[in-house]
């Protein structure tokens, strides 16, 4: 799987995270998605919609959440959710 394809389905997983945990104004549409950078290197993708923050990091192979207030909400594995395993309630 290449990496936009890998992009997709991370962030489609994201939108039903978002969306199972009641979010009204989670639309496809409202999702914004941005790469992370380190050093001059990119090391992940970020994904905002609704006030929440997703960010995939390559190297540690996770995807966590944060909440409107900084707070972490959730850590889910991305080679799971590649996979189509990952389970995030």
């Known amino acids: 799987m290449d990496r936009d394809a890998e992009t997709k389905t991370i962030r489609n997983m994201v939108l039903r995270a978002v969306s199972g945990w009641g979010v009204a104004d989670a639309e496809p549409s409202s999702i914004c998605v941005s790469d992370v950078f380190r050093g001059g290197t990119a090391i992940g993708r970020k994904f905002e919609i ?12 996770v995807v966590i959440f944060w909440g409107g207030n900084g707070q ?10 590649l996979a189509g395993r990952a389970q995030v309630a």
């Open 50 to 61: 609704a006030g929440v923050r997703a960010i995939w990091l390559w190297d540690r192979d």
């Open 72 to 81: 972490v909400l959730r850590t889910v594995s991305a080679s799971e959710t």
